[in-house]
């Protein structure tokens, strides 16, 4: 609109989508009737119209940069203001919703330059708008109009789990219930077999190395249920070996009372086991097998360092694990060994592991002397004989007992008889336990347990101890008046040892074994004068068998057997006569040979170079 007493001689500037339209129309019409007003012309040349689909974007149609919203200026309106001065027009956009053709109109906001008075008859005259064909053709422009922008698709947002019902859901279901349904049915299947079928065994627990060399080696069996009362009687091992039996729950423990042999299998059975619950009964049975044997030897050398080592029973995979100059006597336990190397001023007592490494030394009571070592494997404890370097007669100990922890986390003990400091003859463990048996310089015999607080128990007068029995807490002693007992160290009693079938004589040294003992005996001649020695073998019936026999010109120093009376070991002196003595606290003859033999079949195995085999209990006494 505009306002007739400002302007009265300019038409009204169209402002409306209808105005525009109109203003167009006539526009169309006048050119139709070829009366062109100059002043059209110049406004027409400064208007802008409407573009066909291939001249230039839709930004440019707008009249507006579409990154700023920026009015552009028409290459036509610079021409026209180059041409005649005047400003260049505004365009105004009209949104492409509207339902007319899109259409520019020009205007100035100061020097504007109205178009011609159009006759009112030319626009009121129907047939001159529709005579011009051209105007027609103009209407394929409203093809032309820019299309709206398409908005930026926002990004998809994630499909969200639907609820569906594919083929592969219905199987994934299926199969789904098929596996529970199979769990169940083994389960229920299990539990039917396991009521059908009695107890079984789950678990089973053995240490084969510890039980060729320790008693009291365990085998136990885990069923998968807990069982009625198991009897003894119910219980076999294969090969016979002694045990005991402790059962409670699920679990069944065999306790075996004396070492097992090596490299061999084993098999327990217990028959008509059934659950507590009661139910079908069933065998247990089970079966492991134990390595093959080991020992360790000591072997002096006078002309170098003396060396202990450890060999297979065939003596070809001989292999050192200790060297010193002076090695006196050394014990050996399941997990370590015991050494005393003798030095200048006195002995050291050495604990290490039994491949020589993590040697550690052991305090002593005092500077002194150490010999006759033994070791309870049970206990955890080492024993000795021990004196003092300076002794005289009324300064200084003498031949007293001493034990201590192998870990030595503890001190010294010595062995006291009424108070006082005893004075030791002879001594052994007692195999499986801490318990000490010994003989005082005044003939008594004595038994102490370390382990408890009951102090010294006296068992009479003896004048020596053969050995003591694995496994049956049972003594071989030698009473005063030379008859030789089997002494039960529990209660004290004793009765004779019975003579061997055929008798060989008094035995210098008897050695007891798990089925039988090993005795040493002298031949003599009419003279009483040595011709022979031998070891013989004697089981718990009293059958005996030689095992190894020498003249005169040799000397048996010490028989032991291996932990299960599998093998013996026969030290040997060869030669006496050119067998001169080393100058050690404990003197032996320089060559010593160690005989293995098969109990069972009384076969010698090998010959070994040293002594001191590590299934002895003591050292040899010459």
């Known amino acids: 609109m505009s306002t007739d007493d400002e302007r009265p001689d300019l038409p009204a500037v169209p402002r409306t989508r209808a105005e525009l339209r109109a203003a167009r129309e006539a526009e169309v019409a006048a050119a139709a009737a070829d009366s062109p007003s100059p002043s059209v012309s110049d406004a027409g040349a400064a208007e802008p119209t409407a573009e066909s689909p291939d001249e230039g974007g839709g930004a440019e149609r707008a009249g507006t940069s579409p990154a700023t919203d920026t009015p552009v200026v028409s290459p036509a309106a610079r021409g026209a203001r180059g041409a005649g001065g005047e400003r260049p027009t505004r365009s105004t956009f009209v949104p492409p919703d509207a339902e007319s053709t899109t259409s520019f109109a020009a205007h100035s906001t100061t020097d504007y330059a109205p178009p011609a008075p159009v006759q009112p008859k030319a626009e009121k005259k129907p047939k001159a708008e529709k005579k011009p064909k051209p105007a027609k053709a103009a209407k394929p422009a409203k093809a032309a109009r820019p299309e709206k922008p398409a908005k930026p698709e926002k990004p998809a947002k994630p499909a969200k789990p639907e609820k569906s019902d594919t083929p592969s859901d219905r199987r994934f279901l299926l199969a789904l219930g098929a596996v529970l349904g199979i769990l169940v049915l083994v389960g229920a299947g299990l539990g039917v077999v396991s009521l059908t079928q009695g107890p079984r065994i789950t678990e089973v627990q053995v240490d084969p190395t510890e039980a060729i060399e320790t008693s009291g080696s365990r085998v136990i069996l885990t069923a998968n249920q807990s069982l009625a009362a198991i009897d003894e009687s119910q219980v076999t091992v294969d090969p016979a070996v002694p045990f005991t039996l402790d059962a409670a729950g699920r679990g069944i423990g065999i306790r075996f009372t004396v070492p097992l042999d090596d490299d061999t299998e084993y098999t327990v059975k217990v028959a008509d086991a059934v659950g507590a619950g009661g139910g079908p009964s069933a065998t247990l049975s089970t079966s492991f097998s134990t390595p093959a044997s080991h020992i360790f030897l000591l072997r002096r050398d006078p002309d170098g360092n003396d060396q202990i080592f450890r060999t297979d029973l065939s003596g070809e995979k001989a292999q050192p694990v200790f060297a010193a100059d002076k090695i006196n006597d050394f014990r050996a336990t399941s997990s370590q060994l015991v050494v005393s190397v003798e030095e200048d001023e006195g002995s050291k007592l050495l604990v290490m592991d039994r491949d020589g490494t993590d040697q550690r030394e052991l305090e002593l009571p005092g500077v002194g002397y150490v010999g006759a070592i033994q070791v309870s494997d049970r206990g955890g404890l080492v024993g000795y004989s021990y004196s003092d370097k300076e002794l005289s007669d009324t300064e200084g100990r003498a031949s007293v007992l001493v034990t201590q922890s192998l870990s030595g986390d503890d001190e010294p003990v010595v062995t006291e008889v009424g108070g006082k400091e005893a004075n030791i003859f002879v001594w052994q463990f007692v195999p499986d336990s801490s318990a000490v048996l010994f003989i005082d310089f005044d003939g008594a015999l004595s038994l102490v347990d370390r382990s ?161 085999a590590s299934w002895c209990q003591t050292a040899p006494q010459f």
């Not at 020596?464 to 007992?485: M, P, W």
């Not at 040294?509 to 090993?518: D, E, N, R, V, W």
């Open 452 to 612: 408890t607080d009951a102090g010294v128990q006296s068992l009479g007068l003896a004048t020596t101890i053969q050995g003591i029995s694995r496994g049956t807490y049972t003594a071989i002693v030698e009473r005063l008046d030379g008859t030789v007992v089997e002494l039960n160290l529990a209660d004290g009693s004793e009765v004779p040892l019975e003579a061997s079938t055929p008798d060989y004589g008094t035995a210098i040294t008897i050695t007891p074994y798990p089925g039988g003992t090993l005795r040493h005996v002298v031949s003599r001649d009419e003279n009483g004068l040595p011709v022979g020695q031998a070891v013989i073998r004697v089981n718990d019936e009293g059958a005996a068998t030689p095992l190894v026999e020498v003249d005169s010109t040799d000397s048996i120093l010490q028989a032991c057997a291996s932990p299960s009376g599998q093998y013996a070991a026969v030290v040997i002196a060869p030669e006496l006569a050119d067998n001169p003595y080393d100058q050690m606290l404990l003197p032996l003859p320089e060559n010593l040979e160690t005989h293995l033999l098969d109990l069972r079949t009384g076969d010698e195995i090998v010959a070994l170079t040293g002594f001191d």
